[in-house]
């Protein structure tokens, strides 16, 4: 029942840093408002913003040793999705554990879960998004799997699925999707460039938009 | 039933401004502790101290449509105070919006849901306050109203009221009220003054404020 | 019923000292992973890292007199923890005792209830650790007591007993165990110093913590 | 400033009847869906329903107080409506308060903060909409006011507007449009009877209110 | 993008009847301690106890419209499972489509967000479990898809899989696993049978399970 | 480290049948508003009304192993109080060990965590007091202790302690102070007793406690 998948398929890594830069709004737009995972998801510290394959890692509650084991799956440049299969605080990632994946090259770490030592991952620039920060430790008695699909703040992720990470949460896009997905966030945010500066210039999002007409419609008054 | 009132009266510049050098604890003690928005409004970056007149928004949830629609009714100086009519997280609130805001010279943004592209916001330095960070969209399908009464955080808020808005939270001072509120304010910074001094000497509140007499008829005992 | 207990027992300055330099993970590690206060427990800023011996207060609800009583016991290095007897998020705490407390040395304060005027604490750089951010103002009304047990976020604190408080949250150790505990906790970073060369060279923890043998034992398979 | 507003208006008696008829979900709508609580609002036991006058508390948190004030206030058939002006789970509000309440023939009560004794108040039927379940005890120390506009669970109640409780929440009727509301409510109460019928009688919700056409024009596909 | 999947395969009658008796908990255990439901998920009433094959919603927040069209899909003995896509606590069900649903002869509702006319819906037996209980009134404006997979209250479900729901909460057992799920469940309950007569005699756990040598194993000591 | 104490000292039981009668509320009160747990922990159903001795265990999270060791150490008409050193909402607590319990004579159960089977648990009328309902299995790996000190929802519990339960929570009172808690709690009632039969009369709070002039004095007025 419990297996650790050593091969999945990744994405692109183009399209992977593309992503990146394009920020979880923007991606989470271009692919139909999905993927979102749960707001109370946050970053342990502002300001990191990335994009990476998802080795996803399946545990039980408040028992971290799975993670030691995916440890060994990452390849540079992977994030581990983590997701306990009970909910949980407990401080399941902390330094040795963030030592560890910056050495394999990790992007950072995705946990529905808690994190410790987040001085000291802030101090590495190691980005953690976590439901909690709790110096609750774990033990290391029960199995589980690594690269298997897991649900993680309420979001499917399957092992190589493109997790884009940012100050705003945390967006999952689908492996094969993920080239489309790229070029319709670059439409986006090209199109944004356009009405970015006409709004800047002070134009009326009403008049860029082209709203009144519509909201007469509805029947807006203005008195 | 859906209307936009345009025309609002504010309050004296000069009060506002006064007002925003208080901050939020003074202002919320000196009309009487009332007036303050539930702690669950938090501010998206630390270290914004803000006060300006409001321009109410209600809107439905999961719809931003109305947000477009008030910046048009934006002063320099102004706030947007921002309402749903059915609590949501969602990010009704972005860079766009911001970038329009900004160019209309807006003081801020307080909202009663989410707010994303933080990241962005943050580097503009514009200041906003929200329930939640989160990246879900909204639409633009129904309308709402601005510049009439609304209750936001708990508050009730009508345009042209001022906002105090800092790392504490919000609290709302009526129009009609704010001179006199800074007045008050302004008093208890002058006799904070004289106390911080003491205090800072080393001197112990229980004889700055006199208290020990008072305690001992509680009966409260040293042992 | 309510004392004010003037004369406390507090540790060895060194193995409070020594509690500081290894943070709240480890220290709650090293005493069996008990004594952490709940994770809704807060830091107001990121970076401050202390161990202090508690000055105890229990006080009412929405009630913050107790606290100014409770400055007088302070000693250079004490750290005071504050528990009302029912639950508020209400802004007991401010800059004007943050002012008193830093001018009797204090190192910081824990509070389980709300804190305001995080703006200028955080320019004191005086740390305090709460459950909420708000301005709401208290009343000195009712009396409560200083230096008699009580329970803070669910931990059980003894007037005298070391807090150890840093961005990972806040944990508590008896007076008695400090000085074991300190040994197993330098012990615990000695031996952490060497696993984390060997991690940060890129050994795997499976191999570092000789795990293999026991995780095939469980049933992992890799597929 | 602190008030007690002895004479205020208060809406037919025939139209609250009305409107307790329709229950909470129906008047909601009527009104274009606004007036609701926040959802935190809950019923001490199941199965009430009931519409009455709104007479209208602001006390301090922690402090019970007004509402011994606002029972004399009462007159048959009306419920206070009590917000504290700090949020609190203590109880506020238990059997001898209900008793004195009962005797007076209050309809019920509604209040943003704690309630105790909730067995003796379900033996007695005395409803209460609550936002906790507390026996922590209050003090009475401070002075509020009775009958002056207030902000309840997020939503503005004027004295003698009309609360509308049952199972699903707490709505809130402005006085002066309370008649109109019921009679929207009543027509949409006949409305939905045909419907009832029909849906009852297994048609389908799509054919119903001919749904299919607008959803092949959003493009919904079957497959 | 938005579809309905209007063939989809569905369990063994016999299985889905034998899967009700066991209950949640029960066939929680007997499949791994997988599938569970986050516990905000709650019954409007006490006492249901069904399994039912689900009929699988996505819709758009605080837009209900899907619902209606669910309807058509359902099958005797269905349950539908609606997940909106970001987070509401509006009342997307009430009376009307609980008659309809009752009329097309479903087991009930599981829904991640809020329902209404729970007081109806009860009287009618129509068990729903949901996320809140809100009165808040949805949209028709935007459209989802019937029969996808869908993440409800965390936890992937497929159209077909079969939904396990009583006072506990809520299990999802995959299609595929049903029969063989059954068959351990019920093993899992002749042993408890045996079990229970034991313990109800007032042998100990201990005992029964054989436990004191491996607690004494572990260093409990008895003092 | 972990022990068993199976010795512990329980309160007169007649002491503890007063209590019972007397109520959780009363109770509170007569112990100077002491010793009330959170009120997130509530009954699995209204109605019960119990005072136990408290047989305290600690354990870690998501393991209910020392559960089964507490059994053996009940006396009839005790309440084990289950407080884990890390929050979980897991199930750790079902039908089997209620069983046990119930043929234990245990007089219910109080756990700050969750509960499972509660249908079951219903039905044998054996009360639970629980942080939340959730079928989540334990796992039984890792010691505690039985009959130490422990927190449980906020109050320090000591073995032998008196748990008094009902609708409205559960209040601890210290073994010691049991008796003189009674006799308080009993004068208490008897004061109620008149002031209902005034109250219920029809007689005004404000008349029967002699508030006019208090009030009067603190500024309130009457318009």
């Known amino acids: 029942m419990n297996v650790v998948v050593q091969k999945i398929e990744r994405p692109d890594p183009a399209v992977v840093r593309g992503l990146a830069e394009c920020g979880v709004a923007t991606v989470h737009e271009a692919q139909g408002r999905t993927g979102l995972m ?12 990335i994009a990476a394959p998802a080795v996803t890692v399946t545990l039980p509650a408040c028992d971290n040793w799975m993670i030691h084991v995916a440890v060994e799956q990452l390849q540079p440049g992977d994030i581990p999705v983590v997701a306990p299969t009970s909910p949980s605080d407990a401080g399941y990632f902390g330094e040795l554990l963030g030592v560890s994946m910056r050495a394999r090259k990790a992007a950072g770490l995705v946990i529905e879960a808690g994190c410790r030592d987040v001085r000291e991952l802030t101090e590495l620039r ?17 199995i ?25 949460g945390i967006c999952v896009v689908a492996r094969a999707e993920a080239a489309k997905v790229l070029e319709k966030a670059l439409a986006r945010l090209a199109a944004e460039d356009a009405t970015r ?27």
Do not use: H
């Open 126 to 142: 190691f980005p953690v998004w976590s439901k909690a920060i709790c110096a609750q430790g774990t033990v290391k008695e029960t």
């Open 38 to 49: 749960a707001s109370w998801m946050r970053p342990i510290y502002a300001g990191a913003r």
């Open 197 to 223: 500066k006409r709004l800047a210039a002070g134009e009326l999002g009403l008049d860029v938009y082209d709203m009144r007409g519509r909201l007469a419609g509805k029947g807006l008054k203005y008195v």
């Open 144 to 168: 589980g799997s690594v690269n298997v699909p897991v649900v993680c703040a309420g979001v499917l992720v399957n092992p190589g699925d493109v997790i884009v990470a940012d100050d705003d």
